[in-house]
């Protein structure tokens, strides 16, 4: 079973096999979920909430992982705009489930994109 300590910084999923030695496999969906979690992670927690991401947090993650520019007051609105539908509950937060919503729609238009 996979938990936390499974998971290394590099995307390698370790885990324990029979006598206790680790048996390690770097497996691509598995990398790339390792990598979205890590994402999360150095984003959430700067404004004090590890476990979700503020409206700045969000801006600061689009700015660093997606190359988006908060330059403009329409790039501005946009950001907020993105952040109220990513907040599903409406709590003021973006958490696990509300980011990895956002990546999977990131996918599916990249996905479209390259037809």
Do not use: W
Request: overall charge negative.
């Amino acid at each position: 079973m996979l938990d936390s300590d499974s998971l290394l910084s590099n995307g390698t999923i370790c885990i324990l096999v029979p006598r206790d030695q680790p048996f390690c496999l770097i497996m691509s969906l598995m990398a790339a979920m390792a990598t979205i979690i890590t994402v999360f992670e150095e984003h959430a927690g700067k404004d004090g909430d590890a476990s979700t991401l503020s409206n700045a947090e969000v801006k600061g993650l689009l700015c660093k992982e997606f190359g988006a520019k908060m330059e403009t007051a329409k790039d501005k609105q946009a950001a907020e705009k993105m952040f109220q539908e990513l907040d599903g509950n409406k709590d003021g937060k973006v958490d696990f489930t509300e980011f990895v919503t956002l990546v999977a729609a990131f996918t599916a238009i990249i996905k479209e994109s390259l037809k």
